[in-house]
């Protein structure tokens, strides 16, 4: 029982994680500065998948998710998706993606108003793209 518990107490050893020279990076809330950590995460850029859009009448489900890639530079947020070619911007991360999905929407209604022989170039891959993405609730 002894050369088991010996066995035991050995491996424990091994493990890098928990040795006195590799540490968990744990802190405590007042270690932690949230605020800062979110606002550097942004400088460099995250994605996130946007699955609804609303105005205030009506709420826009989207069939697949639209990426949205969200950025800072100085004191501005920004959200884009490239594929759809539109930006949001604002002062806070949900200002910028309020005013994407605000943009999404006005192309959303301006490209299902378009005749396809009224449209060349990008905007008939950006109608054909509109035409598929939306189901529309109430």
């Known amino acids: 029982s002894e050369g088991r518990d010996n066995m035991t107490y050995a ?15 744990v802190g405590t809330a007042q270690e932690r500065e949230p605020a800062k950590e979110f606002q550097r995460a942004f400088m ?11 105005t205030k009448t009506k709420r826009y489900k989207v069939s697949r998710p639209i990426k949205v890639h969200i950025y800072a530079e100085g004191n501005l947020f920004f959200a884009e998706n490239e594929t759809l070619v539109v930006v949001g911007a604002g002062n806070s991360v949900s200002e910028a993606m309020e005013e ?32 598929t993405l939306f189901i529309e609730q109430g």
């Open 11 to 25: 491996a424990r050893e091994t493990v890098n994680a928990f040795t006195p020279t590799f540490q968990f990076p």
């Open 100 to 131: 994407l999905s605000q943009h999404i929407i006005h192309f959303y209604q301006y490209y299902k108003k378009l005749s396809t022989d009224k449209i060349m170039g990008d905007a008939v891959r950006l109608k054909k793209i509109y035409e």
């Open 44 to 54: 460099y850029g995250q994605s996130a998948p946007l699955w609804a859009l609303s």
